[in-house]
């Protein structure tokens, strides 16, 4: 079965300092795994997918993400954090079943 | 494209009384999904429609039916609300259902049962 840990449900950061939000997963198959971003209010939005091509996954306004088969990790980055940024993250993996399984999600805060 | 629409945006319910919450989409796509947004638990898949025609059950689908009305239409039906069914509730949509493909959320319907 496969399952998501976020590692940190609240994550603060100041305005132009770097943005670390940590996920690992458990799949007993090759997975995709994506991050969703969810603004206040709002529906889910994808920021970037993993679909076994390059480790490395750039997304939608500045993140990124790696993915590490050895840690089962796929953290999200972004080198430097803007106002709008602050919102809820999930780390989501989809295997062989081909159903999606949330990570409970990380709120993001960004400090003046 | 309006993308993923759902209706109402807010509903609320006694405990027994029924409703049908409404998703469409203008994408084309075929596969369809409905989950559920609980404080702390991240998103639960609720039911399924791979394809038009077809439904099946995910992850919480206790209490809870759906129609697949056609290609653009997913709805899903609360027989006898409960207050264990307040929640926020997500239409999604994707091309097809494979572990690759992206899916589209709607922007959700708050739903309180007293």
């Known amino acids: 079965a496969q399952s998501v840990t976020q590692l940190d449900s609240h994550v603060s950061v100041s305005e132009g300092t770097p943005v670390l939000l940590r996920c690992n997963y458990s799949?007993?198959?090759?997975?995709?795994l994506f991050w969703y971003v969810q603004h206040p209010n709002k529906g889910l939005q994808l920021l970037l997918k993993?679909?076994?091509?390059?480790?490395l996954v750039k997304g939608i306004n500045g993140f990124e993400a790696e993915f590490k088969k050895s840690e089962t990790s796929f953290h999200l980055t972004k080198p430097s954090a803007h106002m709008s940024d602050a919102a809820e993250y999930f780390c989501?993996?989809?295997?062989?079943?081909?159903?999606?399984?949330f990570g409970s999600g990380t709120q993001l805060t960004v400090l003046p | 494209n309006a993308g993923v629409t759902q209706t109402p945006k807010f509903q609320v319910l006694k405990t027994g009384q029924s409703m049908t919450l409404q998703c469409a989409q203008d994408?084309?796509?075929?596969?369809m999904y409905w989950y559920r947004q609980d404080p702390g638990m991240g998103l639960r898949l609720i039911y399924y429609?791979?394809?038009?025609?077809?439904?099946d059950k995910g992850e919480v689908p206790n209490g809870y039916n759906v129609s697949r009305l056609n290609k653009r239409e997913f709805s899903l039906r609360l027989e006898s609300a409960a207050p264990s069914q307040t929640s926020v509730y997500f239409c999604?949509?994707?091309?097809?259902?494979?572990?690759?493909?992206?899916?589209?959320f709607g922007p959700g319907t708050r739903l309180l049962v007293l």
């Open positions: 999604a949509s994707s091309e097809t259902w494979t572990l690759q493909e992206t899916q589209y």
């Open positions: 799949s007993s198959y090759s997975p995709s």
């Open positions: 993993y679909t076994s091509a390059a480790t």
């Open positions: 989501v993996v989809s295997d062989i079943g081909r159903q999606l399984t």
């Open positions: 994408m084309n796509h075929n596969s």
């Open positions: 429609s791979a394809s038009e025609g077809t439904t």
